[in-house]
T-cell receptor, first 110, second 116 residues
């Protein structure tokens, strides 16, 4: 299976701290995306990184991609209580089929 | 509409009944996806529609599941003879298309299906 797997499964931190989540996958990809899901809601796209990119920033988010290790990391800096959610990586071999991992549940304590 | 709309938001049904779940994608989005999410789990790909092309049905778990997309817009996911293991949240997403820059998916809030 190409499914991405996030690590850790759960993460609890204090507001202001940084949160790092990792994603590993098994086969070659075209791009990798990170999504956030608040409880009981749909997923919201955060950031997309192409297979030929190594790092990407968006606000307080930093994503890295290491295709040789088939892994990616999502760093959220200066976390806020509103960042509490589940975070999923999605890998795409082509443009029409995505594989989502089981997610990292982040809890940011105020 | 402003976003992807799914209905109903909740559906409770008895084992053996058929159910229909509806997805109204963002206007102008040519790609539409259905996923299933069991409690505390990731998303399981079910089916993908792109324009007028034949859908990618490779993720449908059994022949009790089917989906159609009429007029390239609204989609309906049908589950026949529902089983308890079908209980999950069914999520729909749409995107502008296949080009990488247009490949970001926009999700609806989902339909929570409970089969008793």
């Amino acid at each position: 299976s190409q499914q991405g797997e996030e690590d850790p499964q759960a993460l609890s931190i204090q507001e202001g701290e940084n949160a790092t989540m990792n994603c590993s996958y098994k086969t070659s990809i075209n791009n990798l995306q990170w999504y956030r899901q608040n409880s009981g809601r749909g997923l919201v796209h955060l950031i997309l990184i192409r297979s030929n990119e190594r790092e990407k920033h968006s606000g307080r988010l930093r994503v890295t991609l290491d295709t040789s290790k088939k892994s990616s990391s999502l760093l959220i800096t200066a976390s806020r209580a509103a960042d509490t959610a589940s975070y999923f990586c999605a890998t795409a071999l082509n443009f029409n089929k995505f594989y989502f991992g089981s997610g990292t549940k982040l809890n940011v304590k105020p | 509409g402003a976003g992807v709309s799914q209905s109903p938001s909740n559906k409770v049904t008895e084992k053996g009944k058929d159910v229909e779940l509806r997805c109204d994608p963002i206007s102008g989005h040519t790609a539409l996806y259905w996923y299933r999410q069991s409690l505390g789990q990731g998303l399981e790909f079910l089916i993908y529609f792109q324009g007028n092309s034949a859908p990618d049905k490779s993720g449908l778990p059994s022949d009790r599941f089917s989906a159609e997309r009429t007029g390239g817009s609204v989609s309906t996911l049908t589950i026949q003879r529902t089983q308890q293991e079908d209980s999950a949240v069914y999520l729909c997403a749409s995107s502008l298309g296949q080009l990488l820059a247009k490949n970001i998916q926009y999700f609806g809030a989902g339909t929570r299906l409970s089969v008793l």
